[in-house]
């Protein structure tokens, strides 16, 4: 009966220790059956250049150009100025009569000229003729105004005082007409700063991009890396 028992209990013994040691041999069999992890992927080798700073979002440039508004401005004043000045000192003997006329008409005639050398330059639009047709027309208009009230007012009075018309002196007709000019070309010099010159002035040249450009750079490869610079000449 005793033998039985110790049979018994070296059977149970024997049959946990098998089992504990196919357990054991399993897990390591499943242990070893697990495949390795993926490697970590390798950064690209091309090599990725690093800014010195972060680029600046550059406002775009103003649709108008250059405003030659007050240099054609300027440039009037002066013709004016040289106008009326050779008529003056023509009539008062300061220059002769020849020097005088060829002043006065020579800065009309520069007058006339300057408004359209300026469009031609600076504006997108075919203005030259325009100019010229206004800055002729504004002061032969107004100068024969002008001739025609002086006169006009200089007969009346010879009339009145009982002289002749053939005998009135109508020496201010002259001034009268160098007066009225000189109004003509300024109203014209003002209409076209203010209508002509603001609405077609040509665009700012495009900013040029510059000649030299370098940056440095930084490139990692699985099995070193580098660090150099980049640039463009």
Known sequence: MLDRAAMSARHFVSTSLLATTLSLLCASARADETPPSAPAPEPSPHTQPLSAEPPRAESPPDSAGFNYTVPMMVTDVAFMGAFAGSFTMGRSGAISPD???V????????????GALYHAAFDTRPKTALSVVVRTLAPLTFGAIGALEVHASESSKCKKAGTPEELCDHNGTEVGAMIGALIGMLGATVAEATIVVP?????????????????????????????GVVGTF
Not at 217 to 227: F, I, L, R, T
């Open 199 to 227: 609405d077609g002035r040509k665009p700012p040249p495009p900013p040029r991009a510059s000649a030299l450009s370098v940056s440095p750079s930084v490139a990692v490869q699985g099995s070193g890396g580098h660090v």
């Open 103 to 114: 002043g006065t008409f020579g800065s009309l005639a520069g007058y006339v000229g300057s």
């Open 99 to 101: 020097l005088a006329r």
